[in-house]
Nanobody, 122 residues
Framework: VQLQASGGGLVQAGGSLRLSCPAS????????AGWFRQAPGQEREFVAA????????YYADSVKGRFTISRDNAKNTMYLQMNSLKPEDTAVYYC????????????????WGQGTQVTVSS
């Protein structure tokens, strides 16, 4: 599976952005996919995940209620709708595929795409 995140940019606090992650590979629709982000000087952190069917979604507490993850398996694409953006959401956002939720609540993903920069100004 090959992934490429896009849709990042510069937005004012309170604004919205929609990230996209088109994927290649016939197995994408059957695997859990997700979004992570990494701010300068910080570790990469989990943002959201969605099961292959799209029936189940998972969110980090910091984005719950503001971000929505979705997917269109007919287009082999995953999305992240980000509303009410805050300066602390500034980071490089990465999409990933074939994830499992492990012991201790940590996600592990096999395939990773290149990131897209999201910058939120105050």
């Amino acid at each position: 599976v090959q992934l490429q995140a896009s849709g990042g940019g510069l937005v004012q606090a309170g604004g919205s952005l929609r990230l996209s992650c088109p994927a290649s590979g016939r197995t994408f629709s059957s695997v859990t996919a997700g979004w992570f982000r990494q701010a300068p000087g910080q570790e990469r952190e989990f943002v959201a995940a969605i099961t292959g069917s799209g029936r189940n979604t998972y969110y980090a507490d910091s984005v719950k209620g503001r971000f929505t993850i979705s997917r269109d398996n007919a287009k082999n694409t995953m999305y992240l709708q980000m509303n009410s953006l805050k300066p602390e959401d500034t980071a490089v956002y990465y999409c990933a595929a074939q994830g499992v939720l492990g012991y201790g609540g940590r996600w592990a993903f096999t395939y990773w795409g290149q990131g897209t920069q999201v910058t939120v100004s105050s």
